[in-house]
């Protein structure tokens, strides 16, 4: 399987900050990588998919780049309700998996 | 609006089974690729089946291969899992959810997740 690893597992930032977060496949996913938000006690919400595409109805605060190996999901002036754990997923092989999560905290 | 409602968790022993429920509604089921992904407690996301929307195609994660069955009711716009020989590292949140896109894919719906306990 495709082990995905984030950094950092958790941060915290203050309302306003911009922060990225960092995703990297352990092969190739050309841009396979998809990025999730998921808030305590619900399901995780499709933020950006194919690596830069924004899904319908997500902020534009949020964003996504890289290719290949290497990518970034960044939250430009981060807002209070962006407080959650966000976790990518590769969809490169039938047995698609994610990555170990990033809390963003208050500071 | 597109809705999934899982039901059907609960608390069974080790070498049990138990049958997961999905109910949609808002979309046409039949044209959609359905997945079951799971969380473990306080753990990351983990998917574990896939099936075409037409019921041909279905592929397992290693971790339930053997043990877990994914099935579908086009008719009744319904999706299930039936998981057998019960395991306590089987204990989690199980969700269902809609296979978006083409190639790339995504899972862009969700239900809200049915409680799985394995213990005894």
């Known amino acids: 399987d495709i082990q995905m690893t984030q950094s950092p597992s958790s941060l915290s930032a203050s309302v306003g900050d911009r922060v990225t977060i960092t995703c990297r496949a352990s092969?190739?996913?050309?841009?396979?990588l998809n990025w999730y938000q998921q808030k305590p006690g619900k399901a995780p919400k499709l933020l950006i998919y194919?690596?830069?595409s924004l899904q319908s109805g997500v902020p534009s605060r949020f964003s996504g780049s890289g290719s290949g190996t290497d990518f970034t999901l960044t939250i430009n002036t981060l807002q209070p309700e962006d407080f959650a754990t966000y976790y990518c997923?590769?969809?490169?092989?039938?047995?698609?998996?994610f990555g170990q999560g990033t809390k963003v905290e208050i500071k | 609006q597109v809705q999934l409602v899982e039901s059907g968790g609960g608390l069974v022993k080790p070498g049990g089974s138990l049958r997961l429920s999905c109910a949609a509604s808002?979309?046409?089921?039949?044209?959609?690729?359905m997945s079951w992904i799971r969380q473990a407690p306080g753990k990351g996301l983990e998917w574990i089946s896939y099936?075409?929307?037409?019921?041909?195609?279905?592929y397992y994660a290693d971790s339930v291969k053997g043990r877990f069955t994914i099935s579908r009711d086009n008719a009744k716009n319904s999706l299930y899992l039936q998981m057998n020989s019960l395991r306590g590292e089987d204990t989690a949140v199980y969700y269902c959810?809609?296979?978006?896109?083409?190639?790339?894919?995504?899972?862009?719906?969700w239900g809200q997740g049915t409680q799985v306990t394995v213990s005894s």
């Open positions: 099936i075409s929307n037409g019921g041909s195609t279905i």
């Open positions: 092969q190739n996913i050309v841009t396979y």
């Open positions: 959810a809609t296979r978006g896109g083409v190639r790339p894919t995504y899972f862009d719906f």
């Open positions: 997923q590769q969809s490169y092989t039938i047995s698609q998996t």
């Open positions: 808002g979309f046409t089921f039949s044209d959609y690729h």
């Open positions: 194919a690596a830069f």
